[in-house]
C-alpha cells in the first residue's frame, strides 16, 4: 500500500506530489486534516472514507467527501458524536456499534467542578510535579493566553511551562509540542487544539479555565486527554469567580461532574442531544432545540407520524393512537414517596411504555416492593393508565372530565352499537353512536369501576362489530 500525509506540516511540494498521486490513483491511502476538504484534493476511485473524531467535522465537510463520488462507504469514529449523527444511529438511519471496554488498569478521572480558584490551581499543579508528571492548563483565546500562562508561572515559580495554539508558526507549534512530549516542558497552556488525539501518559492533571464557554463533547474530549496511563488522573473545570451561569452552561458542568465512570463518552453524547436537540436529518443543521417536549416524546411523536403516513387509507385500528385520559384525580409520584429525581422520572418513563394490565400489575408489586405502601396519588396514576389501555383497546379517542361528566368519545371511524350497547349500559351510563357519557353525581364514588366496566363493554362491542370506513 503507498499511504500518504496531507497537513499543513508538508511542504506545499510534497503536498502537491500527493494531491497528483490521488488523482492518477498511486496513492492507496491518504490520511489527512481538514486540508482534505480543499478543492484541489481530487480521487480517481475513491471507495472508503474512515473519519476519525467525528465531532471536529462539520455536516458540510462530510458531505463533501461523499459527493466525490456516488457510492462510498463512510465509517465514523468518536467517543462523542455529534446529536445529528448520534440521533441517526438511534432512529436506524445508520448503523452503530459501540466499544463500552476500557484498556487494562485504566482509572476514572477525579473531577472538579469549581470557581476560578488560584489555591487550587497552583494546589493542582505541585501535586502533579511531585509525583514526576506534567499538567495541561487549557484557555482557549489567543489574546489571553499568555497573561495565563504568566500567572501559572507566578503561582508555581518552579514549574516549566510553554505555550501552545493554533495561530502559532508551524515550526514554533511543533517545538513545544515534542518539548512537551519529551518531558522537557511541565505545564502546557493550550488552546482546545489539544482536544483529540494526543496520548501523552505522564500528563494526569487537566486545568480548564472557563469551562462554561466549551460544549459537553469538548470538555469531555478534554478531559480524555489526561488519565492515559495506570495513574490517578484529576481535571478541573473552573468558571469565573462569582458568574451567574447559563441554564445550559449549569447542566453541562453537571454533567461532565457526574459522568466520570470509564465509557462515559455515549451518555454524555445522549445528555448532548437532549440539550441541544436532534438537529436536521436532511439538511446541515447539526443541532436544534427539542426541550420543549423532550427528546423521548419528540422520538415517540416522530415514530407515530412515520406510522401513520405509512398506514395512510388503510382501515384505522383500535391501537393507532394513544388516547387523551383526563380524570377529575390526582394522579403522581410525590417526592415523599419516591425522594430521587432522577428514579421518579425514570419510573414515568416505563409507567408510559406499560402496554397491557399484565405489565402493569408487575410494575404495582414492583412499586410496593422498591418504595412500600402506595399513596392514593400514586394508586390514582396506576388506575388512568389502567383506564388508557382499555381505551385503546376499545378504540377510544378520549376520555376528558366535563364537568361533573364524563365524556368517552370514540376515534374516527369506529361507531358503538346502540342495540350491543344497551348489554351493558346501566344507570349513569348513556351510550351513544360515536360518544358515551357517565353521570358522576349518579354513580358517586362508583364512578371508577363504571368507567372501566362502560370501556369493557365498548371493546367487547368493537369485537363484535366491525369498524366504519372513516371519512
Known sequence: MNVAVLSRFRSPREQDEDIAGLKRGTVDIVIGTHRLLQKDVGFKNLGLVIIDEEQRFGVAHKEHLKKLRKQVDVLTLTATPIPRTLYMSLSG????????????????IKTTVSEYDE?????????ELERGGQVF????????????????????????????????????????MLEFAAGDIDVLAATTIIESGLDIPNVNTLIVNDADRLGLAQLYQLRGRVGRSSNRAYSYFLYARGKKLSHQARRRLQTIFEATELGAGFRIAMRDLEIRGAGNLLGAQQSGHIGAVGFDLYCRMLREEVENLKSEGQRPAAHQQPPTIDLPLKAYIPAAYVDDLDMRLSLYQRLAELADGG??????????????????????????????????????????????????????????????????????????TNQVRLDMRKLGKGWQDALEQALGGIRDSLALTAPAESG
Do not use: C
Request: overall charge negative; proline content about 4%; glycine content about 6%.
Open 137 to 176: 492548563v487549557v484557555h482557549n483565546r489567543v489574546n489571553s493566553i499568555h497573561r495565563i500562562a504568566g500567572r501559572v508561572s507566578e503561582l508555581v515559580p518552579e514549574a516549566r511551562v510553554a505555550i501552545a495554539h493554533g495561530q502559532m508558526a508551524e515550526e514554533q507549534l511543533e517545538r513545544a
Open 359 to 432: 405489565q402493569l400489575a408487575e410494575m404495582a408489586a414492583e412499586l410496593e416492593d422498591r418504595f412500600g405502601e402506595m399513596p392514593t396519588a400514586v394508586r390514582n396514576l396506576l388506575y388512568a393508565i389502567r383506564v388508557k389501555l382499555l381505551a385503546m383497546d376499545a378504540g377510544v379517542e378520549s376520555v376528558t372530565t366535563d364537568g361533573k361528566q364524563l365524556a368517552i368519545k370514540m376515534a374516527a371511524g369506529f361507531r358503538l352499537d346502540k342495540e350491543l350497547s344497551a348489554d351493558w349500559s346501566f344507570e349513569g351510563v348513556k351510550a351513544g
Open 119 to 127: 489555591q487550587l490551581v497552583r494546589d493542582a499543579v505541585l501535586r
Open 93 to 108: 438511519v445508520r448503523d452503530m456499534s459501540t466499544m463500552e471496554t476500557p484498556p487494562e488498569e485504566r482509572l476514572p
